[in-house]
């Protein structure tokens, strides 16, 4: 035997064992990031709305009921009725529920054979500038797409003119 193919079979070998996924979930490839995003892959979906006429609007959600509840963009939905892909490829039926358009927010309720795995929500009154953030998505059910970052700024006037005008209505 070679010694090329004395290390390929120690290697296939060694990474058939049990002991193989041991070494892996110790690996410093298995980041906090990498752990969080292997989590809620599975709760992200894509949502097709069927507006009036017969156009679709196409966007991501993220499941936030085991009943089926799915968080989304407001002007994804914009209160259609649609079909969501689910994570393992299936497709259902989702309703409309309500949304803030004002603030590009709104729940639909899929129909689901199965409870969904869900995203958690988190809190917002006591964010802190610098803390990581990750987003995540799956745009027109081509595949899951992630960025990660940090909160720049808690305190921005997205509803504000500009500093100057600002500072003389203190």
Same mark, same amino acid.
């Given at each position: ?5 004395? *290390?390929? #079979? ?11 996924? %041991? ?19 599975? #709760? ?13 609007? *196409?966007?991501? =959600? ?19 009725? =649609? ?38 929500? =988190? ?10 953030? *990750? ?5 027109? =059910? ?13 305190? *921005?006037?997205?509803? %504000? ?10």
């Amino acid at each position: 035997m070679r010694y090329f193919d004395v *290390i390929w #079979c120690i290697l296939v070998v060694f990474s058939t064992t049990p002991f193989a996924d %041991a070494i892996a979930e110790e690996s410093p490839r298995i980041t906090p990031t990498v752990k969080l995003i292997e989590a809620i892959e599975p #709760c992200v979906v894509t949502l097709f709305a069927k507006s009036s006429d017969r156009e679709f609007g *196409i966007g991501s =959600g993220s499941f936030i009921h085991s009943d089926g509840y799915i968080l989304t963009n407001y002007h994804v939905v914009q209160s259609f009725d =649609g079909f969501v892909v689910l994570p393992n490829g299936d497709v259902a039926e989702y309703e409309y529920i309500g949304g803030v358009p004002e603030r590009d927010i709104a729940i639909v309720k899929a129909k689901l054979s199965e409870p969904a795995k869900v995203i958690p929500l =988190g809190r917002s009154h006591d964010l802190r500038n610098g803390e990581p953030i *990750i987003s995540a998505g799956n745009p027109g =059910g081509r595949g899951m797409v992630f960025s990660s970052g940090i909160v720049s700024s808690k305190g *921005i006037m997205t509803d %504000a003119n500009n500093v100057l005008v600002m500072s003389q209505f203190r």
